[in-house]
């Protein structure tokens, strides 16, 4: 079975006190990561790295991506896939099934097991079936970074594509298109801002350490940053008109398989 590799900042204990009564109950093996700090960011990359995205971003933003690229990291180094977590992100009673059968694949860079309520572009039939549930192909991911799979040949591209280029953490992901990415549906996660969509309620409590950051971002984008963004809505839309083997669509959850808790 893969292993689980929780993002969690040092003082948000109530969150990972739900993750591991979580993960216990599902028998997941997991490791703790300390997340970077939003102070730290700019301890470990210049200004003129941050940048390089399409807007000014904010200190947490900017630590969220570096802890994630600390997870792809270990994902490299290890050279083994892992489930990486975010600690807000509410599990499938099916994960250890899914996780299991994952073991022997080989073929995939990335799998995301999550939903954020926004359509996404996926094949029309699937590649693969495991257990109850179907794996398609994703050409194009809008939001989430809570709860994916990642291989090693997938942590290599991403580390790649983020060495010059900073990002939102879940957006360098959405845009990295020579990633082997694939979808499961149903979704077997689903992050605890989004569970009231779905007809869940939420076991805990959270609020957005980005969402709810006092810094505000600048009002002003330089002109390379609008010209980032410009080209990065023209590859996003080339990219949807290119794959006429996909469609958009909203990725289905079963409120029933988040019970267990």
Same mark, same amino acid.
């Given at each position: 079975?893969?292993?689980?590799?929780?993002?969690?900042?040092?003082?948000?204990?109530?969150?990972?006190?739900?993750?591991?009564?979580?993960?216990?109950?599902?028998?997941?093996?997991?490791?703790?990561?300390?997340?970077?700090?939003?102070?730290?960011?700019?301890?470990?990359?210049?200004?003129?790295?941050?940048?390089?995205?399409?807007?000014? %971003?904010?200190? #947490?933003?900017?630590?969220? @991506? =570096?802890?994630? $690229?600390?997870?792809?990291?270990?994902?490299? !180094?290890?050279? +083994?896939?892992?489930?990486?977590?975010?600690?807000?992100?509410?599990?499938?009673?099916?994960?250890?099934?899914?996780?299991?059968?994952?073991?022997?694949?080989?073929?995939?860079?990335?799998?995301?097991?999550?939903?954020?309520?926004?359509?996404?572009?996926?094949?029309?039939?699937?590649?693969?079936?495991?257990?109850?549930?179907?794996?398609?192909?994703?050409?194009?991911?809008?939001?989430?970074?809570?709860?994916?799979? %990642?291989?090693? #040949?997938?942590?290599?591209? @991403? =580390?790649?594509? $983020?060495?010059?280029?900073?990002?939102?953490? !879940?957006?360098? +992901?959405?845009?990295?298109?020579?990633?082997?990415?694939?979808?499961?549906?149903?979704?077997?996660?689903?992050?605890?801002?989004?569970?009231?969509?779905?007809?869940?309620?939420?076991?805990?409590?959270?609020?957005?350490?980005?969402?709810?950051?006092?810094?505000?971002?600048?009002?002003?984008?330089?002109?390379?940053?609008?010209?980032?963004?410009?080209?990065?809505?023209?590859?996003?839309?080339?990219?949807?008109?290119?794959?006429?083997?996909?469609?958009?669509?909203?990725?289905?959850?079963?409120?029933?398989?988040?019970?267990?808790?």
């Amino acid at each position: 079975m893969l292993k689980c590799l929780v993002i969690n900042l040092d003082h948000q204990v109530d969150r990972m006190n739900f993750m591991r009564t979580q993960l216990n109950n599902l028998g997941l093996e997991f490791h703790r990561l300390p997340g970077i700090k939003p102070e730290a960011a700019n301890l470990l990359r210049n200004e003129a790295y941050w940048g390089t995205w399409e807007r000014p %971003l904010k200190k #947490t933003e900017r630590a969220c @991506l =570096l802890s994630h $690229v600390t997870a792809w990291k270990k994902v490299s !180094d290890e050279d +083994i896939p892992w489930l990486i977590l975010e600690d807000d992100a509410m599990l499938s009673k099916h994960t250890p099934q899914i996780l299991t059968s994952l073991q022997k694949i080989r073929q995939f860079d990335h799998l995301t097991v999550e939903v954020r309520n926004r359509q996404k572009l996926v094949s029309k039939d699937p590649s693969l079936t495991l257990i109850n549930h179907k794996v398609f192909r994703l050409y194009q991911d809008r939001s989430g970074a809570a709860a994916y799979i %990642l291989w090693p #040949t997938g942590a290599r591209k @991403l =580390l790649k594509n $983020v060495y010059n280029q900073a990002g939102l953490a !879940d957006a360098i +992901i959405c845009r990295s298109y020579h990633l082997n990415s694939y979808q499961i549906e149903p979704a077997c996660a689903v992050q605890l801002d989004s569970v009231e969509k779905y007809g869940l309620k939420a076991p805990l409590k959270t609020r957005s350490s980005i969402l709810n950051s006092i810094e505000t971002t600048a009002s002003h984008q330089t002109k390379s940053q609008l010209y980032v963004r410009f080209k990065s809505q023209v590859r996003m839309g080339l990219r949807m008109l290119s794959k006429p083997q996909a469609c958009r669509r909203n990725i289905t959850l079963v409120p029933d398989d988040f019970n267990f808790i």
